[in-house]
């Protein structure tokens, strides 16, 4: 075995936490290192960054308002901070540090995106692949289309192609007019399906991820928009915006291949929101990955394990690639392994963080080997308390014990791996996770420089 790679920040996790965690500690002067060893939940993403809702459970037992729109974001946090006190806007005080400027940060991060924030401050109002309508802060150029901006003279048309195996329009256009014809203050859209007919002379395309790749290809695309075009002149009324599911090639479209898909068809044609397997959540890894890299990142597809510590601080990791195993001495590491999607939280007997041993919580108690049953709701739209199981950390983000007592004084927890809140349930989802990152990153490059390990530079190569 090689002699030790010292590291100031080693980055345990290459989801969004830990890659935007990578790049903001690089960007204050620290060598980083991001070691991830298989895609978790950042690949499921559906390509909306919810920050925060105003009008989450305004309809009882649904998260579904129509087309409203709600308070602007950044008092829908504080509304989540008051309405959640153990929610990390509520521990960590996300009133007093801007949550816009953690956007602002993974917006400039990933320019091919386009991910844009509302002018007013409101979420977009947006629709998904199961034709519900949700609001999310953030959302890519090829995703974008505001259903509440709609003008109510228009007609959007719901994309089928019939060479995509695994979605129909005819549900998702049902579910949309149901969904928007709820709240109060709206004309909704009419929505129409647009079923087009085989274009590929082979098998059909298994799901949305297998089709982007095949739209990859200039010639391909052009043969599928041809096909729609054409399919459009016999709807009738005709559609005057179109969504189709997530597949519009698996790299981010740049303003001018949009522009150009736009021209084809001859109005907006933009992307559903995701359902796994998402091409959104790869395009906005891809583009994280890129950027870590070009800013001097190294980033490695390898798993961390057998962590030793000294006197509460960790001293060294044991980072493994397919047979070759090397030791890395971090001065900070940031723990951004995610929840049991990721494989950050494991429940063997007792559920523990997997790298540490930490222990996992639920609502202030911990997880044990508590039955799951006694934490969930007895409905779906329920408060299911599991979905809220993560690591308690204090205001610096560094993992708790059970008595609440800080246990490692050099790491720092970033993203979904910290517990208090349920991503699918409160509003606020890939919004925590970048703003506790983008935190974290900026907390362990502060840290790194007064460590007590050699000069810092550059991560030596681990190859
Ligand atoms: C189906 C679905 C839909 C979603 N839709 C939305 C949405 O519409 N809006 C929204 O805001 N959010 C959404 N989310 C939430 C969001 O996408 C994820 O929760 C978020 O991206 C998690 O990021 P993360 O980096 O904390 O964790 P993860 O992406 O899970 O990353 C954890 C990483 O840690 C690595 N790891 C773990 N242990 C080790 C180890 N020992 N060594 C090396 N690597 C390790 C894993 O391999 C993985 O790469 C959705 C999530 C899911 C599952």
Redesign the pocket.
Known sequence: MSAATEVDVVV????????VAALRARAAGASVLV?????????????????ADSLVGMVPGSAVAGLERGDAVEDAIVQTAGRLPRHPYARLGAARVNVRDALRFLVDAVPSLALSLRPDGKNHVLATALGTV?R?ALVSRSQLLDLAELPSSAVVGVVEWRDLAGFNARPVSEMLRFCCGLGAGHRAPRFVDVVVPRVNGGEVFLDNAIFAAALDDDAERLRFLQALQLRLAAIDPAPTHLLMPAALGTRPLSKEALDDVDKKVGRPLREL?A??P?VP?RRLITALRDAATAAGVDVRD????APVIEAGRVVSLEVQRGPERQQVRPRVVVL????F????LVRDHEARE??FGLPVVVDGQPLGDRFIGSLTGDSVDGDHAIFRAGLAVDDALAPLDHSQRRVLDNVVC????IGGFD??RDG????V?VWT?WLAGSLAADAAKFSALGPGGQAQDLA
């Open positions: 345990v996790g290459a989801g969004v936490a830990g890659l070691l991830g060893k298989s895609s978790g939940a950042s690949f499921a993403w559906s390509g909306s960054v919810d920050v949700k999310g929101l359902l796994p998402s959540g390898a798993s961390v394990m951004a392994s995610g929840r999607f990721g494989g950050g997997s790298l970033a993203g979904s791996v991503p699918s606020a989802a890939l919004g996770h990152s």
